[in-house]
């Protein structure tokens, strides 16, 4: 069992950065695929990015690649994204996620979501 408590959420402008936090609980968290999704209002939810256990493997949707950066810290049980040059298209509720796959790419629904936080991007 891992739970997963996202920070770091906020209202940033257009170019902006800001930078997510997701601390998990549980002595496995190391074995684990560690990814973020998020949903925009109305929308379904999406994949944003994802990293394997080691963090030897990183994967990300089209429409962030190149601007948001994700990382792990196994020491601390923690897994961070980096967000630059923000656009109002990604405001949404983004979600830190966990798979016992440990080389999850984001391609299947992970089996682990914490409660989310709220980005806000205006223009």
């Known amino acids: 069992q891992v739970q997963l408590v996202e920070s770091g959420g906020g209202l940033a402008q257009a170019g902006g950065s800001l930078r997510l936090s997701c601390a998990a609980s549980?002595?496995?968290?190391?074995?684990?695929?560690m990814g973020w999704f998020r949903q925009a209002p109305g929308k379904d939810y999406e994949f944003v990015a994802a990293i394997s256990w080691t963090g030897g493997e990183t994967y990300y949707a089209d429409s962030v690649s190149g601007r948001f950066t994700i990382s792990r810290d196994n020491a601390k049980n923690t897994v961070y994204l980096q967000m630059n040059t923000l656009k109002a298209e990604d405001t949404a509720v983004y979600y830190c996620?966990?798979?016992?796959?440990?080389?999850?790419?984001?391609?299947?629904?992970?089996?682990?979501w914490g409660q989310g936080t709220q980005v806000t991007v205006s223009s």
């Open positions: 996620v966990a798979d016992r796959n440990r080389y999850y790419s984001g391609s299947t629904h992970p089996k682990y």
């Open positions: 549980g002595r496995t968290f190391s074995t684990y695929g």
